[in-house]
């Protein structure tokens, strides 16, 4: 038996309790892990609080990401002791997630934890860890370098925002936080962003082409924000675009595409093939500082997750929450 946030739906509202569980009555999987961490990001938020339609199928486990120790494996890349990571790949969505002392996943969803990486750093990181370095890569491989100019990250505060702050700040950017919590400057600030920009001004209303501020974009918000995002970015310049929590619409016109050369690059962090995957939390343990963690992470037990989900529903947690499961 193994301890469990289980979701629920009753008479159409979701219901979130602890339970003891047999591990039978998991999905299929070839590697069962003892999990030691997971994490609450805005997904589960609306997930564990029924706000959004996460869960594809009650009952459910949460937990969109997870990292742990391989207790038995049907795959000879994974074997009992091995420390693993498993983010995306509909994890804590169509398929139960992290937050339950143990899961069984498919192999290929799972990349081994980096030398030197401890469980709580990777989980610290997480799904929105890597989908920040996802975005920085993106940016990379569009040619964005430093002496070009700015780089924006709106929803700074959240964490991929937080992170892609710390990496391209570590990389010699100067940049731009965007936020509607302008009182978290001082932190934002210590990541290594330069200059704060209210959110108010990015979700106002604007041309198809406004004055060119940036040389590069990490976009977490989408909707009107990433529509003055690709209207304000420089001649030949390039946008990260990861984020639909303000809107999957996209209200623009053609003429940053044509007139300025504007790349949009999409990153989804849920199917990233495994090898880059891989690649990119190998360059998560080489550049990004242990220290970082002191302000970006609080931690959190199974029990307080309820609570925390309707905080960070309602934009009252700031950088990353991970949930200690075991070990």
């Not at 509202?13 to 990001?41: C, F």
């Not at 938020?45 to 207790?71: C, E, N, R, Y």
């Not at 050369?261 to 990233?272: E, P, W």
Request: hydrophobic share 45%.
């Amino acid at each position: 038996m193994f301890k469990a946030l289980v979701l629920d739906q009753v008479e159409g509202e979701t219901m979130a309790d602890i339970k003891q569980l047999d591990e039978s009555v998991l999905p299929d999987g070839e590697v069962l892990i003892d999990v030691t961490y997971s994490s609450l990001n805005y997904k589960d938020g609306l997930a564990v609080t029924g706000k959004g339609p996460i869960i594809s199928k009650f009952p459910a486990i949460p937990g969109i990401d997870l990292v742990g120790q391989v207790v038995s494996s049907e795959d000879v890349r994974f074997v009992p002791g091995m420390q693993v990571i498993v983010t995306g790949w509909g994890v804590g969505e169509r398929h139960w997630g992290g937050m339950a002392a143990r899961a069984r996943m498919k192999a290929d969803w799972i990349v081994p934890l980096p030398d030197g990486m401890t469980a709580q750093t990777a989980m610290a990181i997480g799904t929105a860890g890597l989908t920040a370095m996802l975005c920085v890569l993106a940016l990379e491989e569009a040619g964005v370098k430093p002496e070009q100019g700015p780089v924006l990250v709106t929803g700074a505060s959240g964490g991929v925002g937080s992170v892609a702050i710390a990496l391209l700040a570590k990389q010699g950017f100067e940049v731009v936080a965007a936020t509607g919590r302008v009182e978290e400057e001082p932190y934002l600030r210590k990541l290594g962003a330069q200059a704060i920009r209210p959110r108010d001004e990015m979700s106002a209303a604007c041309r198809p082409l406004e004055k060119q501020r940036w040389a590069g974009v990490v976009d977490t918000v989408g909707g009107v924000v990433l529509s003055r995002a690709l209207a304000e970015t420089n001649y030949g310049g390039a946008v990260a675009a990861c984020g639909l929590a303000g809107s999957a619409d996209l209200p623009t016109t053609v003429m940053p595409f044509i007139l300025r050369n504007v790349r949009l690059q999409g990153v989804d962090s849920v199917s990233c093939p495994t090898a880059r995957r891989t690649d990119a939390w190998a360059r998560l343990q080489r550049e990004l500082d242990p220290q970082l963690f002191d302000d970006l992470v609080q931690e959190i037990s199974l029990e307080q997750v309820p609570e925390y989900a309707q905080r960070i529903v309602s934009g009252a947690v700031r950088g990353r929450t991970i949930v200690k499961i075991g070990g």
